[in-house]
């Protein structure tokens, strides 16, 4: 088959099983119950329903689930495990004619859809945050508050039965839409949409690592040097990113073409003069390359590929006349593939970043480019890769099956990084799990360590993390043109994403696999609590079991305290803060403080979170000769650590190695092991049990044999190593029965906040009595607030380790 067919096989079951429609035929309705909690409804004023794959909807061939309907009086009733459709027969749809029940209680009343109207909807994503300077307005999600929530798919591009773009039966009137009724079951509504549109693919493990990338023209010796100084002072990489300068755009050729020079497939040879050697040495630094790909302008006469382009596409070359940009011809949308792409993929391309900022309008009107562009890219990636990568702009529901997301071209300002984390979990509430953002900021705005420190935190604790910013001298991210301080703390965070490869790679697989997106917001896990819907920065990282909880700091310090605070909410519970070891009580909102070298990361109890051991982790993805496991004692908790070799395209054709970890209260043992798989071979454990009260003794074994215990008190708790374990062996560690997490040091979490504030010598003398004071916390409490001259956030700051009491 050829390369032309194999792009056009997009696998689609777009007609749903008869058994689950109700009307159609030659009346102008039509309902088919595809899950309890999803229906669509449609209306054709000609009776000529859909039944072709749209962006949105690839799978209504669904196993149809139980219903009953019942017909009287001319009303028709719909009824399942979720829902009680009532419609008028044969009448228009309107909120009068057309309604559903949710089974439960979501609102003060009721909770009734009826069509046309849409309230309580939690928000899904945005196509973009280009000159984004905060809050966006969202699309809307297929989870809601009300316990319902409708897509309007009336619209969207279509798939015609060859795998190619088409558009919508014409005529005014037509409805498409879906309604998704399940309450409070956030994950349930998500999971719906994924059988409906598809699932998140598996990422390759090294889009997971860091990514550098900066809108600069760079020469091959620069970017190889900077590569070698990131090597040189020990921050790891994983993809290397290349801007659009790669290719020539300064150049008379271009002016002279009345073009920008944005679009362009022409290496700057002034730059690269030997692109293969090049890209070959970044291969040998274990990073993949992307190339960035603005297509909007076509091809001209002056690129080295527009010879074959106009061969391919019989385009006269005679008068020199550019090629257009037409992603909607398929024979354009082949050469724009085969003859510009594909030399350059030869040369060692790994994947693209679609750049597409010209609008949702193509030649044919209802055909997006911007969807054509998505949808193919990934198509033809999984042509010529394991597990295809894309990385280009949302598109609209349904994207999420093209990942990763850029999200745009942000304002500097702390205003844009106070939206993003709230961005990036929204975004789940659609089934878009993955987004990669500019950390830092791109443009405008001006240097500041502490923004461009929180930023970068952030990004760690992100999706995807991604440096990049504009075209400017001055805008730089390399950890070493900022202070001291800010230097040290982002050195550490990006060496500490590298880390968490082991525990993020297996929520990639999980994410695909269960169909639960890595980031989301409070309310998904806590839906029946006010407060999971009024802290929409907070968000749950990992899957849950082992799940962290972050909360990020998106604010300048406090000058006299030097502490950044923001206001989190704990679920029921207890929490350690995984870098300072400080426990808390949970079922409360309280303000966090922190200093810039610290980030708000919860482990609620019986968390356990794999990392790579080594402090310092090289470039690339390998998986680690030594695993450090973070543990939260207090509850039993589970980890199946999922490693792989890169081969297999799906999270379900891959041969998984498997590692169980495990731990149990009652007897306070850790087991780990045996691995099923052949990936790993022996290698190095530790264990750190984050926050751990005083135990008598510590033992650890391996296959019965019994070592001794070496371990050692760090910041955050106790670090015991456990040694060589070999993929067939059982490393148990015993804590004796019923570990607990220790009591906070209020002298080593409250001493430094005061010795670092900038306030009266006497004042800090007088709230130093009241914290080593021998009387209850809530006596303590009652001091702090009853003194006088405390400023608000030093208050803050010192109540939340007195309240952890």
Known sequence: MSTTSHRSNFPTKPAANQDAIIGGGDTKYRFTVLTPGLLRYEWAPDSHFEDRASVFAINRCLPVPSFRTVTKNGILEIMTDNFHLTYGEGEDFSASSLSAGVKGTFSCHSSVWRYGEECGNLGGTARTLDCADGRIELGPGVVSKNGFTTIDDSKSMLFDADGFVATRHPGEGRVDGYLFAYGHDYAGAVKALYALSGNQPLL??????????????????????????????????????????????????VKASGKTGWTGYTWNKDLFPDPEKFLKELHQRKLRVSLNDHPADGVQNYEDLYPAMAEALAHSTEHSDPIHFDITDRDFLNAFFDVLHRPLEDQGVDFWWIDWQQGSHSRIPGIDPLWVLNHFHFVDSKLHHKRPLTFSRYAGPGSHRYPVGFSGDTIVTWDSLAFQPEFTATASNIGYGWWSHDIGGHMFGGKDDELSTRWLQLGCFSPILRLHSSNSQWTRKEPWTYGPEAEKAMTAFLRLRHRLLPYLHTMNARSAIEGMPLVRPMYWAYPEHEEAYEVPNQYLFGLSGSGLLVTPITAPQDPKLRLAKTKGWLPPGRYVDIFTGAVYNGDRSLWISRKLEDYPVFAKEGSIIPLDAATE???????????????????????????????????????????????????????????????????????????????????????????????????NGIVVQVGGVGPASKATISLGPNPVLCENDLEAFIRPILADAQIQFRLKEQIWQIVAAKVPATRKVSSLLALEGVEENLREAILEYLLSE
């Open 617 to 715: 982790p090289g470039n690339g993805e390998a998986n680690p000769d030594s695993i450090e496991v973070l543990i939260v004692v207090g509850a039993d908790g589970a980890f199946e650590l999922l490693e792989d070799d890169g081969s297999g395209s799906s999270a379900e054709e891959v041969k998984w190695t498997r590692t169980p970890i495990k731990y149990s209260q009652a007897d306070g043992t850790v087991t780990i092991g045996p691995s099923t798989g052949n990936v790993v071979q022996a290698r190095e454990w530790s264990i750190r049990f984050l926050a751990l009260g005083e135990v008598k003794e510590i033992t650890v074994s391996v296959s019965s044999e019994k070592r001794i215990a070496q371990q050692e008190r760090s910041k």
């Open 204 to 253: 390759p493990r090294w889009a997971l690592g860091n990514w550098w990338s900066r809108y600069y023209a760079y020469s091959d010796e620069e970017y190889l040097e900077l590569m070698d100084r990131f090597e040189k002072e020990k921050i790891p990489f994983s993809v290397a990113v290349l801007d659009m300068d790669w290719h020539v755009v300064d150049d008379p050729k």
